[in-house]
């Protein structure tokens, strides 16, 4: 942390990752690189990581409550899926799974989850219409839990997926989507950091260095949440962690 350029992109990537993350996902993937740049190994990355994910999900829950869009009746249904997944997603990252997977698992699975937001954007966006119950769609729960697994699991990229069940199956317009999507990481985001905490898998000085910079973001992101262009953000994101994936491998 004592070199500028690295402190400086931190920063850069906490402020990015924080201001996607509000309003659409994919921020961890820049998050994620940016310190494995720093030469921290990729699981004690992926565990210093959520104390920002925790931080943006709060500034970002906070902003959307405070707008009158997050319906604070759905939350405990919609989150308790995906904290029970998060639980066993992180489990296996911080203690299952072999340390030297735990790089290329990550990197792999962040490139994929950006070319799928790129090539196939229709599979990962909520559409409009009356919103839906978890009585009336239980398979929607399933979705929680899966998507609950992969965010314990990496977190990178999970807002995809949970608005790919909040807005495709549970038919919540964006925004709504958006605000509980942020609220369910932030349920499962706590659960899975006291496990990496619990797993002594926190660096806590660049965490937060991070956490700070995504709050900056989400605080950002909520004003721009209705006008983003997905588009744009796409080709951005995937630009983005490409380049600092290769980046994170070819470090030594």
């Not at 310190?35 to 004690?44: E, N, T």
Request: charged share 10%; hydrophobic share 60%.
């Amino acid at each position: 942390m004592s070199d500028p350029l690295h402190l400086a992109i931190l920063l850069a990537a906490g402020v990015a990752a924080g201001f996607i993350n509000t309003f659409a996902g994919g921020g961890s993937m820049l998050a994620l690189p940016a310190l494995m740049l720093l030469g921290l190994p990729a699981d004690i990355a992926n565990g210093t990581n959520r104390l920002a994910v925790v931080t943006q999900t709060i500034a970002g829950v906070a902003g959307f409550h405070a707008e009158g869009k997050l319906e604070l009746r759905s939350v405990p249904a919609i989150a308790l899926p995906t904290i029970a997944g998060a639980i066993l997603g992180a489990t296996a990252a911080a203690l299952w799974l072999p340390r030297e997977w735990v790089k290329p698992a990550l990197l792999a699975t962040m490139v994929l989850m950006a070319t799928v937001m790129l090539v196939a954007p229709r599979a990962l966006a909520p559409t409009d219409g009356a919103p839906q119950s978890l009585r009336e769609r239980p398979v929607a729960a399933l979705g929680l839990f899966a998507a609950g697994v992969y965010g314990g699991f990496v977190q990178a990229g999970v807002g995809f997926v949970l608005l790919a069940v909040l807005g495709g199956l549970l038919r919540y317009d964006l925004v709504r989507a958006n605000a509980l999507k942020l609220a369910c990481v932030l349920a499962f985001g706590l659960a899975s950091l006291a496990i990496f905490v619990a797993a002594d898998q926190v660096d806590w000085a660049p965490a937060v260095v991070l956490a700070l910079a995504t709050v900056v973001g989400a605080r950002l992101g909520v004003r721009f949440a209705i006008n983003v262009r997905p588009g744009t953000l796409r080709v951005l994101i995937f630009v983005g962690v490409v380049a600092s994936a290769a980046a994170a491998w070819f470090n030594r």
